[in-house]
C-alpha cells in the first residue's frame, strides 16, 4: 500500500527550550512526507524597521550544527540543530523548515538563555569534580 501525503506533515514540532550560556542545547523537528522532504533550519530574527528576517543555519556559525537523518518511521524524517556552546545571542526563535515537490511546512521552537557568570557554573561543582582542582 502506498500512502501519499499532499504536503509534509510536521509530526514532532521543535520545542521550548531555557538553559544557560555555555550548555549544549539542540531542537528537533520529525517531519512525515512523500517524496522525503528536505529538512532546513533557521534562526527568526526582526530588522530594524520590523521586517521579519530568516538566517540559514548554521551558516557560518562555528557553535552551530545541522544534522538530517530519515526516520524513526517509513516516510519520515528528522531534522536537528545543535548549538555548543549556547551564546546569548543564540537567544530566539528557530524555525524548522520542511519541503519536498509537493509542498512545504514549517513550525517554530524557541531557546531562551541565560547568562551565567563563570562563578555560578562553578559553584555548581563540587571542588573535586572541577578538572585539575582537588
Known amino acids: 500500500m502506498f500512502l501519499f501525503f499532499p504536503a509534509p506533515v510536521i509530526v514532532v514540532p521543535p520545542k521550548k527550550i531555557h538553559n544557560v550560556t555555555g550548555a549544549q542545547v ?3 523537528c520529525e517531519v512525515k512526507a512523500v517524496p522525503t522532504p528536505v529538512i532546513t533550519w533557521r534562526k527568526v530574527t526582526e530588522s530594524p524597521k520590523g521586517v521579519k528576517l530568516l538566517e ?27 548549538i555548543n556552546p549556547l551564546a546569548k545571542e543564540d537567544e ?11 509542498g512545504e511546512m514549517q513550525a517554530e521552537g524557541n531557546i531562551k538563555v541565560t547568562e551565567q ?5 562553578t559553584s555548581f561543582l563540587g571542588s573535586d569534580d572541577i578538572a585539575g582542582e582537588k
Open 92 to 102: 530566539g526563535v528557530y524555525q524548522c523548515h520542511a519541503s519536498n515537490m509537493v
Open 56 to 82: 540559514e543555519l548554521p551558516g557560518d556559525r562555528a557553535n552551530m550544527a545541522v544534522q538530517v537523518r530519515g526516520g524513526p518511521s517509513k516516510h519520515e524524517s528528522t531534522g536537528w540543530v545543535l
Open 26 to 28: 539542540y531542537l528537533s
Open 117 to 121: 557568570s563563570k562563578s555560578e557554573r
